[in-house]
């Protein structure tokens, strides 16, 4: 008589969402945009640190603040930039706002799976706010040129980075794009990011209703 084989105890798959300050549920590898708030974006975004909160500054540099001014640099490099794509530069980096902000040479050692998890945040957060799933090329290019640029401000003025090794790993602004940089509080951060949602999302649904 053969023993019979004891069945593997049931094991419940981890947890992979994360519940928001707005009770929204966001399952963070198969996100839906049903469950993204702006308000839960805001908050997140004014409390994550770029550059590892290394930043000569009393208060850190958000990501909140630097999506304002990636999304400014756009509009300056293109004027008359769509309110709609204005959007999307403003939301660039919304996925930090569940899986923090890393700097590039980490992202670069974590490979695919990082990416795709990133990418998959990115096109709930886009349908959630009626923005195509993925940008065309062209929009993409310029917004990734204002992100770059915003790097280089940020590095020289608050990152302590030379201009010597910002000329060498950032991308050098114009002579004539001149920005000065003040990191605000969390909650200055919070509110302006919201407040600056809300004139391009008014301005858009103004736009689809003419």
């Excluded at 923090?100 to 695919?112: E, H, N, R, T, V």
């Excluded at 795709?116 to 929009?139: M, T, Y």
């Excluded at 602004?173 to 001149?178: G, N, R, S, Y």
Aim: aromatic letters at 8%; charged letters at 25%.
């Amino acid at each position: 008589m053969t023993a019979r084989k004891s069945a593997k105890p049931f094991k419940a798959p981890a947890r992979a969402w994360q519940r928001m300050l707005s009770g929204r549920r966001l399952d963070i590898l198969d996100p839906s945009p049903l469950d993204i708030e702006i308000e839960d974006i805001a908050h997140g975004l004014a409390r994550v640190a770029r550059w590892n909160g290394q930043t000569a500054s009393l208060h850190a540099f958000s990501v909140a603040e630097h999506s304002l001014l990636v999304e400014s640099i756009a509009r300056r490099l293109k004027p008359g930039f769509p309110v709609r794509w204005c959007l999307a530069a403003l939301l660039h980096d919304a996925p930090e706002y569940v899986i923090g902000d890393m700097i590039s040479p980490f992202k670069a050692a974590l490979g695919p799976e990082y990416k795709a998890i990133e990418h998959n945040l990115e096109q709930a957060i886009h349908l959630r706010f009626k923005l195509p799933a993925s940008l065309p090329v062209g929009i993409a290019r310029l917004i990734k040129k204002a992100d770059r640029l915003s790097a280089y401000f940020e590095a020289t003025q608050i990152a302590g980075f030379s201009r010597e090794e910002s000329d060498k790993h950032f991308l050098k602004p114009p002579a004539d794009l001149k920005i000065s940089l003040t990191p605000l509080s969390v909650a200055e951060a919070q509110i302006a990011f919201m407040d600056r949602f809300t004139v391009l999302n008014t301005a858009l649904g103004e736009s689809k209703s003419t």
